[in-house]
Structures are given as C-alpha cells and as structure tokens.
C-alpha cells in the first residue's frame, strides 16, 4: 500500500510554506489513485463492523460511531464523485492530502486499539473503552472540519469566515488565504503576538487547538478556538483560566462521560456541582454539565454570553457552585469579565440622513421597531436588538441571521453612537457605512474612524 502513497503536493490552492516544516515531511503524499480511495473505504467499513459487535453495545448518543463513520464515507464518496474528472486537483490540495492521510492513521490506531484490547473492550470502564470514546471525538471533528472547507463538496476554503474580526486579520497577516498550517508554524506566529509561557504550555495549547489530533491547525478549528476563548485580544489568558487553571474544565469528553462524573458529587458536595467542556454536536460552543437541586444531571449550551459570565451569574444564582467538586473558583473568573471594553459603533452621516427621509433612526431594531439594536451578529455583521435575537434563537431558524440566513456562529453586545452633525470626525469610535436601510445584505463595506475594515472580514470558511 506504501509503494502507491508517493509523490507531490502543489501549494497553489494553501499558500502554505510550510516544506521544511516537521509535520511537513511527515506527511505521506498520497497520488490521485482510485486504489488509494478504495482502500480508505475499505477501513472505515472495517470500523463499523468491529463498532457493530453486539457486545459493544455503543450509546446512540453524539459522538455515535455508527453515524459519524457512515456519514465519513458518504461525504468523502461525494467529495471524489465531484472531482472524478479532475482527481490531480483534488489530491494537489495540501488540505485534503492532510485530511486523508489523518483519516487513514486515525482508522489504523482505532483499528488496532480493537486489537489491543480484545475483552477489555467491551468493559465499559477499561481504559481501551475511554480511549475508543477519545477518538470518536475526533473522528467526529474531523468531519465537521472536512464539512466546513468542502461545503458543497468542493474545496471552497475562500467561502468560510472567521467569526472574530481581529482573529480574521491576524490569520490573514500570518497565513494569508491558506485553510491550514503545520502546528510548528502557527505556533511561532503565536509567539510573536502572545506570552506563553513555557513548552508545556504550548503542549496544553496544542491539545487544545488541534480539534483533529493531526499537527496540523485548520482555519476551522482556529475559529472553533477564538470563538470558545474570545475576545481575541485576551485569548491566551482566557484559555490558561478556563483551561488550565480551572478545575471544572473536561477535555475531549462526552455528555455520558460527563455524566459519570458528576455522578461522584451527587451526595457529596451535592447540588451545584459541575463541570464544562466542548461541545461535540456545536464546536465552538461550551457545554456545562450540572446537579440540580433534586441532585438530577442536567447539561446547558451557553449562548448569548461568554463562559466566565456564565459561570460567575450560575454561582450567583446556585447552579454552579462546586467545579468537579471542588469550592468556589470564582477568582479566577472575575478578571475576565472585568473593565472588558464595550464596542461601539457609529452611525454614518449617510444612514443618518437616509432614515431621517424615511422617518426612522438607524438605531431602531428593524425586527421590532420597537428597540435600539444592540447586538452584533458575527461573522455577518447584521445588527438587531437583544429581545429579537432572543426571540428568534427560541423559532425554528435559531441558529442563523434573520436577515441573511447565514450562521449566527458567535453574538457581541454593542452600543450605536448616534450621529451628530457637529461631532468631531476623528471619535474613536467606529463607523458604519453603506449598511442597506432592510439590512438584507452583510454591511461588508463599512469604514472605522481610522479607515480600516470594518469588523465583517471575509475569510477561509463555510
């Protein structure tokens, strides 16, 4: 199988330099051969089979298996059958030959670990089991990620935005359109730009970031990082309190593993014990699993507020007050919701004097009509006010903008300076512009006072 994974990986489509780097030469080039693909079918089949055994009676609860695998091969099988004339394309893609050979090392070792285990595998509580359950959480991200650049099964990394703006033009200025970078590299780019501390730190980091376990990091999964540890000017300090430093943090674990832990505390401390973790279904979204006061276990998706809010107004209110069953670490908590600075946006004298003609402001809600808007959509950037976005998270169309349809991947609380005719030009503040007066289009070409871009940067994404 070896002699067949040989040959040469253009970087036209990445823009990535990364031939000298370690995981570069790491990497096995694998050449456009049906054979090739043929054979990856072939393991992930093998998976299912080995995950079908009766006596593994796996939890039909995410990360499933017997759906993430299944659903692998269908998207993979729709990713070859749009390229089955042009096959050299898709195998000349840094990006895909990264993703495949992961894949291929991924089905090995989880293979393997069947072997390994033999009975023990079917003991829920043996450490093979534990391991079998890690790595379906990254056979789960790596469809995700894989979904996210091959939306419509061509590479599309041109498409995907990064939701936070300064995330966006840092990735930019350090990579420039390419949708992945061996860890090495990013890892550098981050030095230049944040204080960590030491190797173990970026070790930490790297568990952390790399969502697809491969030294690699996707434009994906950097979203998926700055969204979890914004803002983005703070995230390394963010990431140490939530990650490091906080006892109630879990790392790649699942609801039902979630579960069992809390499970320890339910006499003992009791109620308000919880712990948090990634969710697996919606990346870039934390999960706070807890015990109630009846001492059942409950699980919450935070929205609308950052984690460290959440938690602080959770222990103020009695529902997280012991993380893994530990007192209080509300201190390590408070820094980062503390002085944060409020973002405003400043109303153009153009929208001004063109809702002036239609008898509005530019600051009423256009969903209501009723409110100021005060909330930002990201990454498209469409504005509404608090009780709309609420509103429509509690319909049917929650998760995307109301007036785009895109995907409400993150939401930042602003205030609207209103304009005024004799106000100093050179404010601080930001300025819109050019915002439609039905909002039905992303504001992409708005204007800040120092005449940068606007928060609404398109980037490498879904």
Request: proline share 5%; aromatic share 10%.
């Amino acid at each position: 199988m070896r002699s067949r994974f040989s040959g040469s990986v253009s970087n036209a489509n990445t823009s990535v330099p990364s031939a000298s780097s370690t995981s570069a030469n790491r990497l096995v080039l694998l050449r456009p051969d049906k054979k090739v693909i043929d054979e990856v079918y072939k393991r992930l089949e093998k998976l299912v089979r080995l995950c079908q055994h009766p006596r593994l009676q796996l939890r039909n609860s995410p990360p499933y298996l017997l759906e993430i695998l299944p659903d692998m091969y269908e998207k993979l099988k729709a990713i070859i059958t749009a390229y089955s004339s042009t096959l050299d394309e898709l195998f000349n893609t840094l990006y895909f030959q990264v993703f495949l050979n992961n894949l291929i090392n991924k089905c090995k070792s989880t293979s393997k670990l069947f072997k390994e285990a033999k009975e023990l595998m079917y003991d829920e509580q043996s450490e093979y089991r534990r391991k079998l359950t890690k790595n379906s959480l990254v056979f789960s991200h790596i469809l995700k990620d894989l979904e996210a650049l091959y939306p419509n099964n061509h590479f599309s990394p041109e498409n995907f935005r990064i939701t936070k703006k300064e995330a966006a033009e840092w990735w930019r200025s350090h990579f420039d359109y390419s949708p992945i970078v061996p860890w090495q590299l990013f890892q550098a780019a981050l030095s230049e730009s944040f204080h960590i501390d030491c190797r173990s730190e970026f070790r930490a980091l790297q568990n952390t970031i790399d969502l697809t376990c491969n030294d690699y990091v996707s434009v994906f999964e950097f979203d998926v990082f700055v969204r979890l540890f914004q803002p983005w000017n703070n995230v390394i300090e963010t990431w140490k309190a939530l990650a490091i430093l906080h006892a109630g943090y879990m790392a790649f674990m699942t609801y039902d593993e979630v579960k069992a832990v809390l499970k320890r505390f339910r006499h003992h401390p009791g109620p308000g014990s919880y712990v948090y973790r990634l969710s697996c279904t919606k990346l870039g979204q934390w999960a706070i699993g807890y015990i109630t006061q009846d001492r059942r276990i409950l699980q919450t998706i935070i929205q609308n507020k950052s984690l460290a809010q959440a938690l602080i107004d959770g222990e103020r209110e009695g529902f997280y007050l012991y993380p893994n069953g530990t007192p209080s670490q509300s201190s390590i908590l408070s820094s980062l919701v503390e002085n944060l600075p409020q973002t405003h946006l400043r109303v153009s004298q153009e929208q001004y004097q063109l809702y002036c003609k239609m008898g509005s402001t530019f600051e009423l809600c256009k969903i209501c009509t009723e409110n100021n808007k005060n909330v930002q959509l990201e990454p498209c950037g469409h504005l509404l006010c608090k009780s709309c976005l609420i509103s429509c998270q509690g319909s049917g169309t929650g998760q995307t903008c109301p007036f785009c349809r895109l995907e409400i991947k993150s939401i930042e609380e602003i205030i609207l300076d209103p304009y005024l005719p004799d106000e100093d030009a050179t404010e601080s503040s930001h300025e819109l512009s050019n915002d439609h007066s039905q909002e039905l289009d992303p504001p992409d070409e708005g204007q800040r006072h120092d005449g940068a871009k606007l928060p609404f940067v398109t980037q490498p994404s879904t």
